[in-house]
């Protein structure tokens, strides 16, 4: 432990205050230096440095130099390196990086096309045309998704790539004939959700369990299938859960086999006493003495601790850069070019908190989360409090799990902004607080988005009373909210609350966002609030 210290502190202060002075001079004299690179290229300003160096030796056609960066992560940069090695005659090199960006996204496509006008051919390969018809199929591209495909029409996958293309298009009756027409092991994952017919999809669920394809897939549709068969249909339910007994999934099916045990006998002891999250449901019940221990959903309802385990005032009386070296910059204004460092440290995570990239901040911060008696700050970064959400600890803990305070957030299912309106609800509350000139659009405006999701989220408390309840109404709707509380009864005590989210509420999703949240408001209350209103049951 003591050794694993050691390295994280020595890694948090890897930027020295000569080299940030560099790094300065750098963006204001010229990147372009065979100095500035042996001196910037393995430091934690490196991504920004080499950005800058690209820019500024294409310009000066230093294209020597320039090829040393290789390493650079921005695409456009990756484009002028390739440039600059095909100048250089090493036209091998820049068609490994122009293939590379190429296969990786499409967004770059026109700039990759134009610079091999003439010989793009060896860009056109099925391997390389198969990666672009999956990410602009997968990010609703469609026309480029055909495109591309129309140079795979005697390639093996064409078929299968089309039916998926289809598919992401909303086109699920074509997409399912054609799923049906191939031999890939994955087709059966696909044809479980276009499938209409309950019985069907039970079939293809149970083919798609003996195909050989990774377990993380078929666990995701293992609990996708026994939750959808459990609101749907308990009889075929039954049958689900049968096929699902096999190695790597039998936690999911004990899981499923005692849910349903609770929904139709209420509370008993035939479950799996040793699992999670099965013998926290017999605490709720009343049928075992143990509770829960640490910080969790099952410990803040069944074993609330008796304080923070944590100091606040050192979290906050530790929350300042001791890097000298990005704190010179940070002190400079240097924040817009400091956020594109890629390297994971404590003081680079709170960097990238301080200059409101939260986001950026708490995936920095997540590998050290276990280190916290070290770095007591990244509690703060890990749990931030933008501005803009004032002292209003309800939204910042659904924000969090939202979009990790992304405005730019934008879910698969259309959800927009910081907390994730759908363009429907969005509608719904631009009325209720007459809201004029309004469009889906502005949903990545972050004040608008924090207000109507503010709106809806401490309207659905006052509607439920407990934060729970409306955070999965707010997750999963307050229909399937309601639906679930008339099949359940009224929730009066602790228990209550876990054995509903963990048994009631229809959807995984659902029941981990709630977990997810109440963690979220009790961080949120210790750090900023009076330190009690995490508690389920304090509001009437």
Known sequence: MLLLLILSNFRAGALTLTQAKLFESALKSGACSLEYFKELSNSEVKEPFLIAFVEDCYKLKDYELLSKAREVKNPLSKLKVAQALRKLGREKEAREIFKEVFSSTNDYDEEVLLLNRGNSSYLFTPKVLRKKVWIAARNRRIDEALYYLSYLKKDPYYAYLLAYTYMRSGKRRLAKELFLKTTFPKRYYYLIFLSSSPVERLEFYKKFLFQNLPLRLKRRVAVYALDYYFRKDLGLFRKAL????????????????????????????????????????????????????????????????????????????????????????????????????????????????????????????????????????????LYPKPPLFGDDLISLAIARQESLFDERALSRSGARGLMQIMPATGRYIAKKLKEENYSTLRLYEPELNYRFGSYYIHSLLKQFKLFPLAAAAYNGGPGRVKRALKLYGKIEKPGDVIIFNDVYIPFNETRDYVRRTAVNLYYYSNLYGKGDEWRTFLRP
Request: glycine share 6%.
């Open 242 to 381: 049968k096929a699902t007994y096999r190695p790597g999934l039998k936690d999911i099916y004990y899981y499923f086999r005692d849910r349903y045990r609770f929904f139709t006998k209420g509370c008993t002891r035939k479950v799996a006493r040793h699992r999670e999250p099965q013998k926290w449901w017999l605490s709720a019940c009343g049928l075992s003495s143990e509770l829960p221990a640490g910080i969790n959903f099952y410990s803040l309802i069944l074993n609330p601790p008796e304080k923070f385990p944590y100091d606040r005032e050192k979290v906050f009386s530790t929350y300042k850069l001791t890097d000298e070296g990005l704190k010179y910059l940070y002190d400079k204004g240097f924040c817009s070019v400091l956020t594109l460092i890629t390297v994971k440290t404590p003081q680079t995570a709170l960097l990238m908190s301080l200059c409101g990239e939260y986001k950026k901040g708490i995936k920095f911060a997540l590998p050290y989360r276990n280190e916290l008696s070290a770095y007591p700050y990244l509690l703060a970064v």
